[in-house]
T-cell receptor, first 114, second 115 residues
Framework: GAGVSQSPSNKVTEKGKDVELRCDPI?????LYWYRQSLGQGLEFLIY????????KSGLPSDRFSAERTGGSVSTLTIQRTQQEDSAVYLC????????????FGPGTRLTVL | AQSVTQPDIHITVSEGASLELRCNYS??????LFWYVQSPGQGLQLLLK??????LVQGIKGFEAEFKRSQSSFNLRKPSVHWSDAAEYFC?????????????FGGGTRLMVKP
């Protein structure tokens, strides 16, 4: 079946611009996660959605980062006023949402801030 | 808070040789443990996982891992490496908490395979 998809695969933007990254989870998966992979920090958790519950935003690095999930499916990660340190690969994962649970990752979006 | 250490940043092995990638974790309760592999420009692919039961788990592509509670380790092994195994490998621990089953990853081990 179809896996997690993310778009765009690559995004180049200028410092100070806003960007939106999209994630389409596996159909039927109620949990959705965003992670960031950067050279200096490795893989870091950003935010978690479970069904219709309020998201856990404990991993977001600043208030320039936000995310939403519409209809319990597609999610958008928005970065406002991008900075060069935001350059990274942003990975989305989805899962069935039980405990324990297995997350399946998308191919990622590579963001470059000039 | 949980943490994961992968002591080897780079490993080079010859094709056909055996492989062991080390992973040590820190967590106060029974962990959920995972190994993922990432090829260049790709996302993370699940190799195997440990939730409970038999401490030796089998995964895809001929990989296996053994959970050793006494050593807080979850090392990944393969008896005979293929050139296509060259990639970066990540060990991760999952813990039930506020952020669901959020994963904490190790820093990764980059595997190179010599012909």
């Amino acid at each position: 079946g179809a896996g997690v998809s993310q778009s765009p695969s690559n995004k180049v933007t200028e410092k100070g611009k806003d960007v939106e990254l999209r994630c389409d989870p596996i159909s039927g998966h109620t949990a959705l996660y965003w992670y960031r992979q950067s050279l200096g920090q490795g893989l870091e958790f950003l935010i978690y959605f479970q069904g219709n519950s309020a998201p856990d935003k404990s991993g977001l690095p600043s208030d320039r980062f936000s995310a939403e999930r519409t209809g319990g499916s597609v999610s958008t990660l928005t970065i406002q006023r991008t900075q060069q340190e935001d350059s990274a690969v942003y990975l989305c994962a989805s899962s069935l949402g039980g405990t324990p649970d297995t997350q399946y990752f998308g191919p990622g979006t590579r963001l470059t801030v000039l | 808070a949980q943490s994961v250490t992968q002591p080897d940043i780079h490993i080079t092995v010859s094709e056909g040789a055996s492989l062991e990638l080390r992973c040590n974790y820190s967590y106060g309760a029974t962990p959920y443990l995972f190994w993922y592999v990432q090829s260049p420009g790709q996302g993370l692919q699940l190799l195997l996982k440990y939730f409970s039961g038999d401490t030796l788990v089998q995964g895809i592509k001929g990989f296996e891992a053994e959970f050793k509670r006494s050593q807080s380790s979850f090392n990944l092994r393969k008896p005979s490496v293929h050139w296509s195994d060259a990639a970066e490998y990540f060990c991760a621990v999952g813990a039930r908490g506020n952020a669901g089953n959020m994963l904490t990853f190790g820093g990764g081990t980059r595997l190179m395979v010599k012909p």
